[in-house]
């Protein structure tokens, strides 16, 4: 489905650099902190993940999906360890104007999006009934700047009702990063992450699905399955 960027996150613990999997050396991302990589499985490709601790623990990069007027699909598989605060998924380096994509802290709000940084807007999506700490789970946000409609996929399915937003990305948005956003109140991700995405475009209903029925035997819970069988996710 073409992303511009997808680090499988596979790499070694030691590892400093994440490659982007669908263009060689452009738009690797560069660990700050300490965040530890797990490839209990040996070199394997499919069920490794990276933790990361929610205080100083991230990936940056030169990537800079947020232009504005840009249509956006973000994806993961995110393993969040509590709700006691926000956890940011994907932010940049804005430290004014970062968007923003973002667990919200208490069991009730789950997920929300702010395109324009933490002054703006933007939207929440809830999901009843669904665990959402201690346990893997596949994260999808679509954003179709021609429409303003933004619709969040857990698990494959739509939990909650497509919203609008007023918001666009800034003119001045930052580059990617993930499990921060810069703009106060920073905020980080505790918990793991694997399978990350961005597609300059919208995908549809269909092809989330895809993705998550793909790899749901190697996300599975608690503790992701071995395998050896490799090859893109997306």
Not at 11 to 33: D, R
Not at 94 to 113: C, D, K, M, Q, Y
Not at 210 to 220: A, M, Q
Request: zero cysteines; proline letters at 4%.
């Amino acid at each position: 489905d073409e992303p511009a960027l997808y680090w499988r996150m596979n790499e070694a613990s030691g590892a400093t650099t994440f490659i982007n999997s669908v263009a060689s050396g452009a738009y690797a991302g560069t660990k700050v902190g300490t965040p530890s990589g797990v490839s209990a499985f040996g070199a394997v490709l499919d069920g490794a993940y990276w933790d990361f601790n929610g205080s100083s623990d991230y990936i940056t990069s030169s990537y800079t999906p947020y232009a504005s007027g840009t249509s956006i699909t973000f994806e993961a598989w995110v393993n969040r360890r509590s709700n006691s605060t926000e956890d940011v998924i994907f932010g940049s380096s804005s430290s004014t104007n970062s968007p923003r994509l973002s667990f919200a802290s208490g069991a009730g709000e789950i997920v929300t999006f702010k395109p324009n940084g933490a002054s703006g807007t933007g939207v929440t999506f809830t999901a009843s009934g669904i665990a959402i700490t201690n346990t893997w789970n596949h994260i999808a946000l679509t954003f179709d700047n021609s429409t303003n409609d933004v619709k969040f996929y857990l698990n494959g399915e739509t939990p909650d009702s497509t919203k609008s937003t007023s918001d666009d990305f800034h003119a001045d948005p930052g580059d990617f990063e993930l499990a921060r956003s810069a703009t106060s109140p920073n905020s980080y991700f505790d918990g793991k992450i694997a399978e990350v995405a961005v597609y300059e475009k919208v995908l549809n209903s269909t092809q989330i699905a895809n993705h998550y029925n793909s790899r749901t035997k190697y996300f599975s819970n608690p503790t992701p399955s071995a395998s050896s069988e490799g090859g893109r996710l997306y």
